[in-house]
Nanobody
Framework: VQVVESGGGLVQPGGSLRLSCAASGSIFSINAMGWYRQAPGKERELVAI???????NYADSVKGRFTISRDNAKNTVYLQMNDLKAEDTAVYYC???????????????WGQGTQVTVSS
């Protein structure tokens, strides 16, 4: 199962970006998709996650500014990021976990990451 992110870039403080992530391959079902980020010199941290039932969880640092959403038919997850701050600068990684087709073995797949830079 492959996971590919898109939508990163350079934005000024206070600006917005929308990240997209699509999972493809022999997928039977996806239980959850989400976003992590890793800034230089820091550990990878959870940003947001959305489950198959559309339950969501956010890092405290992004609550009220970021919104995660999902298109189950397209195996795609989005991260709308508003009011971006310099401390949001990081490589953003998408992940997906679920079951493969046809035998139902579990998978966890990560994308290669997309850079988000917030700077004036």
């Amino acid at each position: 199962v492959q996971v590919v992110e898109s939508g990163g870039g350079l934005v000024q403080p206070g600006g917005s970006l929308r990240l997209s992530c699509a999972a493809s391959g022999s997928i039977f079902s996806i239980n959850a998709m989400g976003w992590y980020r890793q800034a230089p010199g820091k550990e990878r941290e959870l940003v947001a996650i959305i489950t198959n039932g559309c339950g969501t969880n956010y890092a405290d640092s992004v609550k009220g500014r970021f919104t995660i959403s999902r298109d189950n038919a397209k195996n795609t997850v989005y991260l709308q990021m508003n009011d971006l701050k310099a401390e949001d600068t990081a490589v953003y990684y998408c992940y997906a976990e679920g079951r493969k087709a046809p035998v139902g073995s579990g998978f966890v797949s990560w994308g290669q990451g997309t850079q988000v830079t917030v700077s004036s």
